[in-house]
């Protein structure tokens, strides 16, 4: 498994700093609806085998981001109008 540190400089090279962080929040947020908030852990050592599990699970059902306009439909979107 890749570590987090191992990845981070390749993202901050091709993502602002905000993107990244807002990446970073919804993977927390994902990890704590579906795997932390209803648990019960006795020990820290239970919390950290049950988020290594749940991210060993998400990392095997994941598929890449499918488009669904092509960038020139996208930049148009957001170009200010002329009017």
Request: hydrophobic letters at 50%; one cysteine or more; a positive charge.
């Amino acid at each position: 498994m890749v570590s987090a540190a191992a990845i981070a400089p390749f993202l901050m090279r091709h993502l602002s700093r905000r993107a990244w962080l807002n990446m970073v929040e919804i993977f927390f947020g994902i990890i704590t609806r579906q795997a932390i908030r209803r648990g019960t852990f006795r020990s820290v050592k239970d919390l950290t085998a049950a988020i290594g599990r749940f991210i060993d699970a998400y990392n095997d059902r994941c598929q890449p981001f499918a488009w669904t306009k092509d960038a020139d439909e996208l930049l148009a979107k957001i170009r200010p109008s002329k009017n």
